[in-house]
């Protein structure tokens, strides 16, 4: 799916966003960057081999015990119609933090079995392996988005949260709080600017990374 079916996102125009950020349990996501993470994706309601877009249903928990990340959204300004998409969550993968995540919504995701077994290769299988098509991986994280329809009676996404899996239970997720943006997460940002400007050129030292940790590294091998 091409950007130009993509429905159009909203935007931060105080600057806001660029200060604060998600924590999720796996690092901090900026929050400009969701939703150009997210950009070109398929809108919602498109039918892909990937099964994403997905509806996000805001039920956690056992069944006994039911629990919202987010407050009811099922209809929003405008409100829907009863079986409309409008207001409804959905859920988009995006990259956990410190990683680069290229998801193809025109492939199947891998399953979990699938993702588990790569991660836990005995060394004989590694070269067969590393020789097949890399998996799918929608990841842990997710952007949670539904569909508004504006007082200018324009329709877009609106990013309105984070979603994580917990460790140990990839069935689930927890809502990621927002926070301030601290300094991991300003090179988070600056990680994601410099992917955006181009997919095979990266800074070094990586801006993620202190350079105080390279400097290590670098020492390590000079030493042999």
Same mark, same amino acid.
């Given at each position: ?8 996102? =909203? ?48 039920? +956690? ?7 919202? %990340? ?31 995540? =290229?998801?193809?919504?025109? *492939?199947?995701?891998?399953?979990? *079995?699938?993702?588990?077994? =790569? ?37 877009? %996404? ?10 140990? %239970? ?47 590294? +670098? ?6």
């Amino acid at each position: 799916m091409g950007s130009g079916n993509s429905t159009p996102q =909203r935007r931060n125009t105080d600057g806001e966003e660029s200060q604060l950020q998600y924590r999720t349990n796996r690092g901090p996501i900026p929050a400009h960057i969701v939703p150009q993470q997210i950009d070109g994706a398929p809108p919602i309601g498109a039918e892909t081999d990937s099964g994403y877009p997905d509806r996000y249903h805001n039920r +956690e928990g056992p069944r006994n015990n039911r629990q919202q %990340n987010f407050e009811t959204y099922t209809t929003g300004p405008g409100r829907a119609a009863p079986g409309a998409l409008q207001g409804r969550l959905h859920e988009y993968p995006i990259p956990t933090s410190g990683t680069v995540q =290229r998801f193809d919504y025109d *492939r199947p995701s891998a399953r979990l *079995r699938q993702v588990v077994y =790569r991660a836990n290769l005995h060394p004989n299988e590694r070269a067969f392996v590393a020789r097949q098509d890399p998996l799918n991986d929608p990841g842990a994280t997710r952007a949670v988005v539904r569909i508004v329809a504006g007082n200018d009676g324009l329709v877009r %996404n609106e990013v309105v949260g984070v979603i994580a899996h917990p460790h140990g %239970n990839p069935q689930g997720f927890d809502r990621a709080p927002v926070e301030p943006i601290n300094r991991q997460g300003r090179q988070e940002a600056a990680r994601h600017q410099d992917m955006q400007q181009s997919a095979r050129q990266l800074t070094y030292p990586p801006r993620r990374v202190d350079a105080e940790w390279v400097a290590g590294v +670098e020492g390590r091998k000079a030493r042999g």
